[in-house]
Nanobody, 123 residues
């Protein structure tokens, strides 16, 4: 069983940057593919980014490509989401997730979730 705790959310002006962190415990961190999802009010949870077990391969949603980047530090059992050039439409609760196996864009395919951290981008 893996426990995930996100941090780093907050309020930022459009064009600004934030870095989210997600600390993992309770499992072998390097066994898991890690991902970031977000959910805005009234909308479904959507895929943002995923990072392979070694961190050597990443995948990013088209809506944030070129602005967001996922990474991980296996020595610190932590995954990150660097968010630049933030837009008001990026406002959402951001969730960290972990799963065995390959990439999946579907939230239902991910095994473990954090509690989420709020990101609010003001115009």
């Amino acid at each position: 069983q893996v426990q995930l705790v996100e941090s780093g959310g907050g309020v930022v002006q459009a064009g600004g940057s934030l870095r989210l962190s997600c600390a993992a415990s309770g499992g072998t961190f390097s066994d898991y593919r890690m991902g970031w999802f977000r959910q805005a009010p009234g909308k479904e949870r959507e895929f943002v980014a995923a990072i392979s077990q070694t961190g050597g391969n990443t995948m990013t949603a088209d809506s944030v490509k070129g602005r967001f980047a996922g990474s991980r530090d296996n020595a610190r059992n932590t995954v990150y989401l660097q968010m630049n050039s933030l837009k008001p439409e990026d406002t959402a609760v951001y969730y960290c997730a972990a799963r065995w196996g390959g990439y999946s864009l579907s939230p239902a395919s991910w095994d473990f979730w954090g509690q989420g951290t709020q990101v609010t981008v003001s115009s």
